[in-house]
């Protein structure tokens, strides 16, 4: 296990997440954290290799919070700053090309096949990442994006959705009963109910 490298990435993306170029605010950090929980506990369900999926979701979005203008095609440069990174460290090179693989083909939204274990257990964490931090959903949907009240619902829905059909089968089979209690507090209807009581509620 490339201790250096896991730990280097830490600080690193803390860094980069603190930073006033970061348009996500502080708390993608907590999301990149929740991912790499998620691999550490995943890996074996999935038979992938540790060091590859923990080097990867540590990894998977630092183009979107190193320059926010990097957003739309964030899987595709930060799979080219991981390649900088780690080159640094002088790491075997067929194991950059598999943590290459894995942050290219997370994204629920750009549906690639995955063709390794690694690439499927990242993705899986990251999906599922989302149903264990709303408030960072909704931050990205009120604050990033200002979208207004009905938007904002829509957002969240459709990304938790979006989340839930990227997953594979052995991720659907492990995460079902959280899909399930997330959704069921999480309804349009309830969500906006607790926006306009908060709103009424200010003074």
């Known amino acids: 296990m490339r201790a250096d490298i896991i730990s280097y990435l830490e600080k690193e993306v803390l860094r980069r997440s603190e930073s006033e170029m970061n348009k996500f605010g502080v708390g993608v950090y907590g999301h990149i954290c929740l991912v790499v929980n998620n691999v550490a506990n995943m890996s074996d369900k999935y038979g992938a290799n540790l060091e590859i999926v923990l080097i990867s979701a540590w990894l998977h979005d630092i183009a979107s919070i190193t320059n926010y203008s990097l957003y739309n095609d964030h899987h595709i440069h930060s799979a080219r700053i991981a390649d900088d990174i780690l080159s640094g460290f002088n790491y ?5 090309e598999k943590v290459k693989q894995c942050i290219l ?20 964490a990251d999906a599922i990442s989302h149903f264990d931090n709303i408030p960072s959903l909704l931050y990205l949907a009120y604050v990033t994006r200002k979208l207004d009240i009905e938007e904002g619902v829509k957002f969240v829905e459709d990304k938790l959705n979006r989340s839930w059909n990227k997953l594979s089968k052995k991720g659907k089979s492990l995460y079902q009963k959280k899909y399930d209690e997330t959704i069921s507090v999480l309804t349009r209807h309830q969500l906006v109910d607790m926006i306009h009581f908060n709103e009424s509620t200010l003074p």
Not at 92 to 96: R, V, W
Not at 107 to 119: D, I, M, T
């Open 105 to 124: 083909h997370h994204r629920g939204s750009v549906l690639l096949e995955k063709a390794s274990s690694e690439e499927q257990c990242v993705a899986d």
């Open 92 to 96: 075997d090179l067929d194991k950059i």
